[in-house]
């Protein structure tokens, strides 16, 4: 379905600004409803972050990077297999056509739920009116709506250095047609930790520039301590406690990257991963009063804004910037909104998300980190159940080429409620799923302890901690 050229209604029950996961899954839902609904995209692909420069592609990079770990290993299997070279140029345009197909069917489910698709940059007039500016050479046009749904997502910072625009953010990496032979990632959080991890995985001499001493600084201190040292043991060059000053060189040129404290060092590619913030530049909200902060748009428990008829999820307001969350607060307002009475009260819950970091090995949490738990119960109300071990998959490998893995347990209270899941290991990304179901359920340790334990696995020591 390409997007439309002339009106197919005089007005909308529901105008969605933004075509990425949250506000795909919101039109859907309330087209699905019997609404007329019209949704807006400012860029030429559906599918937002995730789909385009995020999750999807990411997972794919890193399923090469992890193959060529797994290689790595046939040996140690009685496996006679050649050293792996990955060849980044030849594998970029496939990854991208899986991409485009994915944008292909993004359109056709449109179509399927006669979702008015348009094409333009989105700026509200009113709290009725959406303007839409198609190209340059097309006349804006208006839409008009009971209800509007902003959810325009986020964009990468780009620090206020000199020389920064010579380096790339998290977008650019997945525009490289040639893998840079050096490179160095600033960040320390989930963005910077996988896209350095595919790097190095793949061959790249790999510098990780952090402003600490660990990675993953907002997680668990037990994932901060087993992922920053076998970062460390598997090649990747952290550089900790730094600070980038200024960069010189060259687009097409090496770059040399001048640190705080008087060092530098000379790399291809420069990668920024230093933070996102909320896409809401000229969409004109101060002019109809939706209000907002340092973390983009500002709203309630119900997804509302400041104006009553105008909603936000996503990124763009800041709440748990991850893709499944956005689809959910999306589809639960729709629900809510233009659902059946029972949905009348559906809104999303923020507390235990689970969520997953695709590191080498993957990084799998869920609820309070340790430092949490003891501020919101106290220390002598919380206990720690926690294993380091090594999958068995490494039974046959070197010393040095068994991941580690560890598992912790945080409980709360005489009942001994599970408040915290952090793991890390083998497999910790499937894992986290099944046991994001228990903690939303309330699970305690006796309901972990009284599950049967599936052996041999990793996952069955969460089920035997003591």
Not at 121 to 145: C, F, G, I, K, M
Not at 150 to 172: C, H, K, R, V
Not at 218 to 241: A, C, R, Y
């Amino acid at each position: 379905m390409a997007p439309v050229t002339k009106l197919g209604s005089e007005r909308f029950d529901w105008v969605v600004i933004g075509g990425g996961s949250g506000g795909m899954a919101s039109a859907r839902r309330a087209a699905s409803y019997g609404k007329k609904v019209a949704l807006v995209e400012s860029t030429p692909v559906l599918g937002g972050t995730c789909v385009n420069v995020g999750c999807v592609p990411k997972k794919i990079m890193w399923y090469a990077a992890d193959i060529a770990d797994r290689l790595k290993h046939a040996a140690g299997y009685g496996q006679a297999v050649t050293p792996p070279k990955f060849d980044w140029d030849s594998f970029k345009p496939r990854r991208d056509a899986y991409i485009q197909r994915l944008n292909g069917i993004y359109e056709r489910n449109l179509e399927k739920e006669q979702v008015e698709y348009h094409s333009g940059w989105a700026e509200l007039v009113d709290a009725n009116t959406v303007r839409v500016s198609p190209s340059a050479d097309e006349q804006p046009y208006e839409l008009h709506a009971d209800k509007i749904l902003i959810a325009t997502g986020g964009q990468p910072i780009i620090p206020d250095i000199p020389g920064a625009e010579l380096g790339i953010n998290s977008d650019g990496f997945f525009a490289l047609t040639t893998q840079p032979r050096r490179v160095a990632v600033v960040g320390a959080g989930y963005i910077a930790v996988e896209i350095a991890g595919v790097f190095n995985a793949l061959g790249t001499e790999t510098h990780l520039l952090i402003r600490h001493e660990k990675v993953l600084r907002t997680f668990d201190p037990s994932i901060q301590d087993v992922l920053t040292s076998w970062m460390e043991h598997t090649g990747v060059n952290i550089h900790k406690n730094s600070s980038v000053k200024r960069i010189e060189g060259t687009l097409n040129g090496p770059l040399t990257v001048h640190l705080g404290d008087g060092t530098s060092l000379e790399v291809d590619t420069v990668l920024w991963a230093v933070g996102r913030e909320p896409s809401i530049k000229n969409l004109g909200l101060e002019k109809v009063g939706v209000s907002t902060g340092p973390q983009g748009i500002i709203v309630d428990e119900w997804q509302t804004t400041s104006v009553p008829n105008i909603t936000a999820v996503g990124d763009v307001s800041g709440k748990a910037l991850l893709t499944p969350v956005a689809i959910a607060a999306g589809r639960r307002l729709a629900n809510r909104l233009f659902g059946p009475e029972k949905f009348k009260q559906d809104k999303l819950s923020y507390d235990n998300i689970p969520t997953v970091v695709f590191s080498h090995p993957t990084v799998g949490t869920i609820g309070l980190t340790e430092p949490e738990a003891i501020e919101k119960y106290g220390a002598e109300n919380i206990k720690i159940y926690k294993s380091n071990f090594r999958a068995m998959y490494f039974a046959m490998l070197p010393e040095e080429e068994k991941e580690p893995t560890m598992y912790k347990l945080i409980c709360a209270g005489p009942e001994e409620k599970v408040v915290g899941l952090h793991i890390i290991g083998l497999g910790s990304d499937e894992v986290t799923q099944g046991f994001g179901v228990a903690i939303k359920m309330g699970a305690t340790k006796k309901d972990f302890d009284e599950c049967v334990a599936i052996h041999p696995t990793s996952a069955e020591e969460l089920v035997t901690l003591r």
